[in-house]
């Protein structure tokens, strides 16, 4: 199965597109519908360009003076498919021809005659086929991959059921669908500008579009949701079927008698679901949604946020029937029954172990081993509960929403749990800092005084210039100098020479640097030649300061392999069947 990125890219393999040829970053098409069509046929035909618009950047006006494209859209009175031409940079005319045979004056949603409309418009846009098909197909011998079904695109020839989980009745789309959104917002960028604010989809819809509408129980909506942005609403609360509802981008729901029906394209978020009176299953996505079950059994889930399940009346959730909330989060989810307060005149609850026959008792259990809970009410003083809510996870009575004062009493007790655990306060990351502090301390206070390592190395420096391996002579340089130079200069040489070695006391704190001065003018102390030789080269602060390591340079060559996708706008444009 190819994702709907995949997909789009199956269905614009072939480079075509209408290009920008005014260079005033968009994408404007000219159009001309054909006198042959009826009235509502021609409405029909504006209102497939307007799908094609919504989704994409791309603009359909039927008067341009700047425009980049052209196209003819053809009646075909003899026919009941559809011809069309691909554009190209250098072929900015295009045209589709609709067949008009056996379609009726005033062709409803979900008729043949929308989805070919749909459908040719995609072929003078650019999109192709899925599989290497045109005019006629087989799903079993050129379906390229398993979603090349009209449930995804309405490129496709095949049908819905040839993929498992969706029958649409013999019914068809009315504008385009998951893959076909992620081709043409690929070619031309994606519209977010298209129902940026709060928007409704299926009853109760402010969408102004036809095909996103609902009306009544006996309508068939085949859609996918692009969605600009908002607080946006899925609300199928006119169907008495069992439903599944999933707000989850690039997944199928199961609307009215219809069987993955609608969807929702790939980025768009979703944050409200309505459910009609059967036993439906909601499914939430990442953010905070509410969830609205209606009458029946329903099993909600909420997802990932904070999410609110709301109540409008006592008989969305009864003990014959009761509603399962499947994965309920205490401090973050919510259930939120004011409306049924409200339309049994009570303005609080009070929570008891046991309802006692008073109206507004509400009754939380849990059972730790099965992770089992549930919320009851009673609501007219009967002693029974009138609303009666299950859940997979601990409903405690703050995460009730109701009229008035909630009673905190029983949440009281166990919101202090939390407080131990600011208590401490984190005070185990102030002591690690305290150690890591004086740790340096210590390694400066040495270096203090010492700015140079060479005190600590020139240790063997009096070695080989004296038989006496004390270090004392070095540490009060003046004291015991005078000691040592008397001595140098006997075994040495017995010739008063030793005299210039005498003053070598008062240089050497300058570092022994006159020391081989005196030493290298006379070549016959042999003997003595060693000693200033070590004595030098310790001293000299260059000998002991290591070379850094080596600085390693490394070349690194990295090759990207680019694919060249040569596009055949030098061919002319071909004809498409639908």
Not at 211 to 230: E, T, Y
Not at 390 to 416: F, H, R, Y
Not at 467 to 480: F, S, W
Request: net charge neutral; proline share 13%.
């Amino acid at each position: 199965m190819f994702t709907s990125q995949q997909a789009g890219k199956q269905l614009t393999r072939g480079g075509y597109k209408v290009h920008d040829n005014n260079a005033d970053g968009k994408t404007t098409l000219s159009y001309r519908v054909a006198k042959g069509f009826t009235p509502q046929q021609a409405e029909q035909a504006r209102q497939a360009m307007q799908s094609w618009q919504d989704v994409a950047n791309v603009t359909f006006t039927e008067k341009a003076l700047h425009r980049d494209g052209h196209v003819d859209i053809n009646d075909m009175p003899d026919s009941s498919g559809g011809v069309a031409s691909l554009p190209h940079r250098y072929m900015t005319q295009t045209s589709a021809n609709i067949g008009t045979q056996n379609v009726g004056a005033n062709p409803s949603p979900g008729h043949f005659f929308r989805m070919v409309l749909v459908h040719e418009l995609g072929h003078a846009l650019g999109l192709e086929h899925p599989g290497n098909y045109d005019g006629n197909g087989n799903y079993g011998r050129h379906a390229t991959y398993a979603g090349d079904t009209q449930a995804r695109s309405v490129m496709s020839y095949f049908s819905e059921k040839n993929q498992p989980g969706h029958d649409f009745k013999s019914l068809y789309p009315s504008a385009p669908m998951m893959d076909d959104i992620a081709a043409a917002q690929k070619l031309y960028g994606a519209n977010t500008k298209t129902r940026n604010t709060d928007t409704t989809y299926g009853f109760n819809s402010n969408t102004n579009r036809e095909a996103l509408s609902l009306k009544s129980a006996n309508d068939n909506p085949i859609f996918c949701v692009w969605d600009g942005g908002g607080n946006d609403t899925l609300d199928f609360s006119g169907y008495s079927q069992n439903q599944k509802i999933n707000l989850n981008a690039e997944s199928f729901s199961d609307v009215g008698a219809l069987k993955g029906n609608v969807s929702v394209a790939k980025g768009v978020i979703l944050e409200n679901a309505v459910g009609g009176k059967g036993n439906d299953a909601l499914i939430g996505n990442a953010v905070a949604n509410r969830l609205k079950g209606g009458g029946g059994a329903d099993r909600l889930s909420g997802g990932g946020g904070a999410d609110t399940f709301v109540y409008d009346h006592a008989s969305d959730s009864t003990p014959d029937n009761p509603d399962v909330i499947l994965d309920f989060q205490s401090g973050s989810d919510k259930i939120d029954v004011r409306a049924v307060l409200k339309q049994a005149n009570l303005s609080a609850l009070k929570y008891v172990e046991r309802l006692t026959g008073q109206p507004g008792q509400a009754v939380i259990s849990y059972n730790q081993g099965s992770n089992e809970g549930s919320l009851a009410l009673d609501l007219t003083g009967n002693g029974k509960a009138d609303l009666l809510i299950k859940s997979l996870g601990q409903i405690k009575a703050g995460d009730v929403l109701a009229l008035g004062d909630t009673p905190t009493a029983n949440p009281e007790p166990k919101d202090p749990k939390p407080a131990p655990r600011p208590q401490p306060e984190e005070p185990k990351p102030k002591p690690e800092p305290k150690p890591e502090e004086p740790k340096p301390k210590p390694r400066p206070d040495p270096c203090e005084p010492k700015p140079r390592p060479y005190p600590r190395e020139p240790q063997p420096r009096p070695d080989p210039c004296e038989p006496q391996p004390r270090p004392d002579p070095y540490e009060p340089k003046p004291r015991p100098y005078p000691r040592e130079p008397q001595p140098r200069p006997d075994p040495c040489e017995p010739q008063p020479r030793p005299d210039p070695c005498e003053p070598r006391p008062r240089p050497y704190p300058r570092e022994p640097q006159p020391r081989p001065d005196p030493c290298e003018p006379q070549p016959r102390p042999v003997p003595c030649e060693p000693r200033p030789i070590p004595c030098t080269d310790p001293c000299e602060p260059k000998a002991f300061i290591r070379n850094s390591r080596p600085a390693y340079g490394f070349n690194t060559h990295s090759g990207q392999s680019r694919a060249m996708h040569a596009s055949a706008f030098d061919q002319s444009a071909f004809s498409a069947r639908g």
